[in-house]
Each structure stands twice: as C-alpha cells, then as structure tokens.
C-alpha cells in the first residue's frame, strides 16, 4: 500500500539554525499537510498546500515557517532560526481531494529536537 | 472554533471491549475520524464516519455517533495486546476560512493487559 515517507526520523538542531523537514507524499494525491505534536500536547494544523501554493495555513505558521515543492515529488517545510518551542514531532500528511471523505494519510514523522 | 476532546487513559484486559470516548464541537457537517499511533510510528488511519451516520461497523471496530450530543465512540471488540496504542478522535474542519484541515484530540492511550 502507498505511504508517506518522511525524512530524517529524527534531527537535533542548534537554536537559532535553520532546519528543512522532507517529505515524499503518495505519488496521485494532490493536497499536501503539515502538522506538529509537541510532546504532551495536541496533534495541530500548521499548513495545507496545493497547485504549489498554500491553500490554508495556522497562526503557528508564522514568517519562521516555509513550505516548498522542490519537484514532482518532494514536500519540504523549512524552520528559519529555530527556537527551543520549536521541539516537536511534524507530522506530514496528503490527500487526494480536499473535500468529501478523501482521509488524510501520516507519514511517521521527524522528531525535532532543538537545543 | 472547533475543539475536540477526549479522556486521556483507558486500561483494558485482553478479550474485553474497548470504548474510547470523544466529544466535538462542530456543528455543521463533517467527517470524524479514527487515528491509531503505535509507539514510534505514524498516525494510521483506522476509520470514518460523516456526521449523518449513527453508526459503522468495519471488523472489530465499531463507531457510534450521537450528533445532538456530538459524542462520538469507537469500541474495540475482542481486544488484543496489540491494540495497546494511543488513539486520536479527528474531526475535518469546514468553514470560518478552514478548508479541510483536521483538528485532533490529545489523545486516549489504550493499554491492554493479558
């Protein structure tokens, strides 16, 4: 079965260093996610992306946060000067469609650790 | 804006029933979902339901939905060591500028005893 697959598992980070997260969604779908779990806490909306743009995003996503599709395949979010609060795991996820029951497929994951 | 909720801790033996509770805020239409986390693993899909359904059954998972109250159930049957996991309630958000995304619970973490 088809999966999303993300990259690295998990990266340590020094604050203040810029950080790009990668993901490779399944090969039809068309929207594309990022979520984050700080430890604890809630799995939370950052942004939805499609036709290589941002459709939606969360007030986490401010100016730090960038999303990117590099190529036919690639999904990237990049973290400017990453801070301490920015310890998480990021959770990658896409669709087919956006609307009616297309669910949302996970990838595993990248553990950020910032120190 | 919408919220979702859920008890965080359920301990079960193993051949019982689970019921893993959630409560949402939405009152429009919707999808709820179902998300199962191993340790160390992603968030797999295990089930849906549009919030017109009372009720779906696939396998051993069952879902119950009380829109008026907006509760919403999954119930694990015949559980196994291997459900031990967390379990996260997700409703699809529509409306106020959302376009899709979902809003999750924390999470209610399954532990299954032999």
């Known amino acids: 079965e088809p999966e999303v697959t993300q990259t690295p598992s998990h990266q340590v980070t020094q604050m203040g260093q810029e950080v790009i997260l990668r993901c490779v969604p399944i090969s039809n779908h068309l929207y594309f996610y990022w979520y984050r779990q700080i430890l604890g806490q809630k799995v939370e909306f950052l942004v939805s992306f499609y036709n290589n743009e941002i459709s939606e995003k969360s007030e986490i996503f401010d100016d730090q946060f960038s999303v990117e599709r590099p190529d036919g395949s690639n999904f990237t979010l990049k973290i400017r000067s990453t801070k301490l609060e920015d310890s998480a795991m990021y959770f990658c996820a896409s669709s087919e469609r956006l609307v009616g029951n297309q669910p949302q497929h996970f990838g595993d994951g990248t553990r950020l650790s910032i120190l | 804006g919408e919220d979702v909720e859920q008890s965080l801790f359920l301990s079960v033996r193993e051949g019982d029933s689970s019921v893993i509770n959630c409560t949402y805020t939405?009152?429009?239409?919707?999808?709820l979902y179902w998300y199962k986390q191993e340790p160390g693993a992603g968030l797999q899909l295990l089930t849906y339901?549009?919030?017109?359904?009372d009720m779906k059954q696939d396998q051993r998972l069952t879902v119950l939905l009380n829109k008026k109250d907006k509760h919403l159930s999954l119930r694990i049957a015949d559980t196994q060591t291997g459900d031990s996991a967390i379990y996260f309630c997700a409703e699809k958000a529509y409306g106020g500028g959302s376009q899709g995304n979902l809003i999750f619970g924390k999470g209610t973490k399954l532990s299954v005893k032999p």
């Open positions: 339901i549009f919030s017109n359904m």
């Open positions: 939405d009152s429009s239409s919707t999808y």
